[in-house]
Structure formats: structure tokens, C-alpha cells
């Protein structure tokens, strides 16, 4: 940050910085089930190389003991049948709708952060890079 040499402002960048890698992260893991790969320019491979992604945790928070049974015999597995499997419990357990609300929410929390750590930062910036990858498609 050209111009700016205070620990505090350095500090607080970070923890804007921190939370929208964080936010971009997520929709990444989201993108790598749902995205278009004519949008996003690639197949997700999430589900066959076992990642510990966003969509895998939520839905093991979310699941009873049969459908984590299912994410265990499926997940991981190079098998298209399996990657069905998986696609649909996440269908079952809503998980779009799950990532719809952590969207939005994580979006407006990371507003609220850049409006109250930027002080002498410039607010613009973060604001434009916030709105640059909310809703993203790629």
C-alpha cells in the first residue's frame, strides 16, 4: 500500500484481505460443483480428489448418520456414479440454498469490515475488489 507505513493499517488491510480470501475461497469450492465449465473454463474435480472443501464440510455438518455414510462410500471415489452420489445428497441437504445465505451474509460482514478497519485505507478499493468477486460466475 503505496504511502501507508503504520503497523495498524497494515494490520487491518490483513484482516480485510484475510476474510475476502476467505469469501473467494468458498466460491471457488462452490463454482468447482455448480459453475458452468463453459463459464468457469474448467470440470470440477473437487469430489474425485477428495478436498476438504466448503460444500463437503457444510454438508457433513448437516447430515444424519445414514447420508454421512454415503459421503464416506462416495466421496473421493474417481467413479462418475459416485460423484452423482455425492451431487445428490448435497441437492438433499439444500446445499445451494446453504451457500445462497453464507453468500450473502459473508458478503455483508466483509462490507461491514472494510467500513470499519479501513480508516486511512482506501475504502474504494476494498469495496471494488469486494464487488468484483460477489456472485461471481468464473
Same mark, same amino acid.
Given at each position: 500500500?503505496?504511502?501507508?507505513?503504520? $503497523?495498524?493499517?497494515?494490520?487491518?488491510?490483513?484482516?480485510?484481505?484475510?476474510?475476502?480470501?476467505?469469501?473467494?475461497?468458498?466460491?471457488?469450492?462452490?463454482? $468447482?460443483?455448480?459453475?458452468?465449465?463453459? =463459464? @468457469?473454463?474448467? /470440470?470440477? @474435480?473437487?469430489?474425485?480428489?477428495?478436498? &476438504?472443501?466448503?460444500?463437503?464440510?457444510?454438508?457433513?455438518?448437516? &447430515? @444424519?448418520?445414514?447420508?454421512?455414510? =454415503?459421503?464416506? $462410500?462416495?466421496?473421493? +471415489?474417481? !467413479? %462418475?456414479?459416485?460423484?452423482?452420489?455425492?451431487?445428490?445428497?448435497? @441437492?438433499?441437504? $439444500?446445499? #445451494?440454498?446453504?451457500?445462497? !445465505?453464507? !453468500?450473502?451474509?459473508?458478503?455483508?460482514?466483509?462490507?461491514?469490515?472494510? !467500513?470499519?478497519?479501513? #480508516? /486511512?485505507? %482506501?475504502?474504494?478499493?476494498?469495496?471494488?475488489?469486494?464487488?468484483? /468477486?460477489?456472485? +461471481?460466475?468464473?
Amino acid at each position: 500500500m503505496a504511502g501507508i507505513h503504520d $503497523d495498524d493499517s497494515h494490520q487491518n488491510a490483513k484482516k480485510i484481505l484475510l476474510e475476502m480470501g476467505h469469501f473467494f475461497q468458498v466460491q471457488d469450492d462452490y463454482l $468447482d460443483c455448480y459453475g458452468d465449465p463453459a =463459464v @468457469t473454463g474448467k /470440470i470440477g @474435480t473437487d469430489i474425485e480428489e477428495n478436498k &476438504c472443501g466448503w460444500l463437503a464440510v457444510t454438508a457433513l455438518g448437516l &447430515c @444424519t448418520p445414514a447420508q454421512r455414510k =454415503v459421503m464416506e $462410500d462416495n466421496y473421493a +471415489r474417481n !467413479e %462418475p456414479q459416485c460423484v452423482a452420489r455425492v451431487k445428490a445428497l448435497y @441437492t438433499e441437504l $439444500d446445499i #445451494q440454498r446453504h451457500y445462497a !445465505e453464507y !453468500e450473502e451474509k459473508s458478503y455483508q460482514q466483509l462490507m461491514q469490515m472494510i !467500513e470499519e478497519y479501513s #480508516q /486511512i485505507l %482506501p475504502e474504494e478499493m476494498f469495496i471494488a475488489f469486494a464487488n468484483k /468477486i460477489y456472485k +461471481r460466475q468464473k
